[in-house]
């Protein structure tokens, strides 16, 4: 095992980075903003997109590991579930920044909150079940809801980054045109492994 991957090779260090990450994006919202609405609302942007590299990493662990199994794609496979854990970690405190925002400055009806209350909702129960008690109980079921809540978490990233590369506000812009193609990307690695997944499958 080389140098980054003795490194990485911690249960821990996904839950702080996503901890870290969070905070940080806090702690800038804080930093640069000017009065408590600006400050909220930046907390709530700013935290989202400090989630999506954490994301990105329980994503793509185990298509990297089929394209190449390097010592750094075994270690982060390894401790995948705990990349899922620090992604829900840092994600809660997007949800805190956001319900702050919504809720002192921002009020939206509830019609337009059942969206994200369902992706929170399978955060939530994918996290409560990334452990291997819940995976032995539940089965060919656990790979099913874990396969659906990736997907549909990154969807909500795509959907969103979409949005922002053709805002009516140009200020959103670069964000959406840098970011909508990383997360397409991401897909495209996806569907590589598993072509060459079946590839093989089918000659060994």
Known sequence: MNAVARAVDSRWLPIFAGLL???IAVGAAFLFAGDASERALFAARWTARAAMPVFLVAYLVGPLFRIRAAP?????LKRRRQWGLGFALAHSIHLAALLVNITLYRPR???????GILVYG???VMALTSNDAAMKRLGKWWKRIHRLGIHVIWFVFLGGYALRAVHEDPAYHLEGRLLLPVMLAALGIRIYAWRRKSRTSINP
């Not at 750094?72 to 982060?76: D, E, K, M, S």
């Not at 009806?109 to 969206?115: E, R, S």
């Open 21 to 23: 990450a969070g905070l």
């Open 72 to 76: 750094i794609t075994r270690v982060l």
């Open 109 to 115: 009806p509830f019609t337009a909150l059942i969206g």
């Open 122 to 124: 399978l955060i939530y």
